[in-house]
Each structure stands twice: as structure tokens, then as C-alpha cells.
């Protein structure tokens, strides 16, 4: 079963606080997402290999470390998670960034819960490592069917990161994405029946964009 690593750093806590604030607004939720998304993919980075190098400093040969191996991947899922990227890659700067366009199917009649509109992932994902994120980690669905859409690419290592994450998702990531650790800033009580997550912090786009 994948592990589930809920950030308890009081720096995350404080600014998701502010984003699930009602009162807040766009401009501010904006800054703030991209701040914990940075601070998020430093935990999600915390087991990158390093190889001991030598470096001469202005005094002395230093053995020091740096990293080494794979290079990253990010994949948001539109629209939401394109919010996160700005954070994600001012500490990865060299990373790739490839975008899913996946969305909730409102026809009951549909076999797949999912649509997916818009896929343009890196040329090279296969010898990647890559963090799949998500604003939220609602019902699972979307990012189920995106994890499931990397894994085609012949990716072999996998991480999901969302500022907030409900039981739900966490199960359906579980099941169906085991190797998949997934990192988030909250485990909220679980979804309504509009599949909102609460308490949450409403519609994420939304917030973000602006666009209600
Ligand atoms: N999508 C949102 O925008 N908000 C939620 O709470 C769940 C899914």
C-alpha cells in the first residue's frame, strides 16, 4: 500500500489555513499555493540520490554531495494543478513539465468517471522521475486516470503531491496506484455530495483563477 506522508511543517499548515479561508482572495491563494507547492516538493525531494563529489573551495579540496541519477518530471492535471508548478520548479529548475487535461465525466451513462481532454507529456518521461500534482486529491478519479496515463508512458517511479487530500482519494489512489507515495498538507474529513472536499477550501480552480 502506497505510503500517505501528510506535511505537518508549521509553515504549510499556516498558509493552507489561509487558503481554505473563504475571505481570501484569488490574488493571495494564488501566492500561497505556489508557496506550499515549493515547500511541498522539497519533502517530496527529500530521498533524491546524491553521489559524493570533489570540489575545491578557495581554501581546500571539499568531498561533498550532489544530486545524481534521474532527472524530474512535473505533471500538473489541468486546471488546477497548474498552480503548483511555478513553486515546484523554482526548486527544480531543470525539470520537464507536462500537462493532463482530465475532468470529472458529468454523464451518468459514461463507462469512465473520467474525461480526458488535452496530454503533451516530456519526449524523454520514461527516464524520469515524476511528480504527478493536483491542487486537491478529491474522489480519485482524475488523479487515478492521470497516474494511470504516466504509467503508459513506461514511467517507473511515480509521486503525487496535493495541498489537501481527502480519505476517499487517498483509498482509490491506494488501490489501484500502490507504489504511488503520495505527499499533502491536509487529510480533510472526506467528501459531500457534490464531491466537494470538508472542510476543504471550496471549488480550487475557482479560488485560484478567479473565475467565480
Ligand atoms: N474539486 C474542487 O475544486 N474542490 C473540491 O473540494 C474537490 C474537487
Do not use: W
Amino acid at each position: 500500500m502506497s505510503k500517505v506522508h501528510v506535511l505537518d511543517h508549521p509553515l504549510i499548515q499556516h498558509k493552507i489555513s489561509i487558503m481554505r479561508d473563504k475571505n481570501t482572495g484569488s490574488k493571495e491563494f494564488r501566492e500561497l499555493t505556489e508557496e506550499v507547492a515549493l515547500l511541498m516538493t522539497y519533502e517530496a525531494t527529500r530521498n533524491l540520490p546524491l553521489k559524493e563529489v570533489e570540489i575545491q573551495t578557495p581554501v581546500a579540496i571539499a568531498r561533498t554531495n550532489v544530486i545524481t541519477g534521474r532527472k524530474v518530471a512535473l505533471i500538473p492535471i489541468l486546471r488546477a494543478g497548474l498552480g503548483m508548478v511555478d513553486g515546484a520548479v523554482s526548486l527544480i529548475p531543470a525539470a520537464k513539465v507536462g500537462h493532463i487535461g482530465i475532468c470529472r465525466n458529468t454523464e451518468p451513462s459514461e463507462e469512465s468517471a473520467v474525461d480526458e481532454y488535452y496530454c503533451k507529456l516530456p519526449f524523454d518521461i520514461k527516464e524520469r522521475d515524476v511528480i504527478v500534482m493536483d491542487l486537491m486529491l478529491a474522489s480519485g478519479s482524475c488523479a487515478n486516470a492521470a497516474i494511470a496515463k504516466v504509467k503508459q508512458s513506461g514511467v517507473m517511479s511515480i509521486k503525487f503531491i496535493s495541498v489537501i487530500a481527502c480519505p476517499e482519494g487517498v483509498a482509490k489512489l491506494q488501490e489501484n496506484h500502490p507504489d504511488v507515495e503520495i505527499y499533502t498538507g491536509a487529510l480533510d474529513e472526506g467528501l459531500n455530495d457534490d464531491l466537494y472536499i470538508v472542510p476543504g477550501f471550496g471549488d480550487g480552480g475557482d479560488r485560484f483563477f478567479g473565475t467565480k
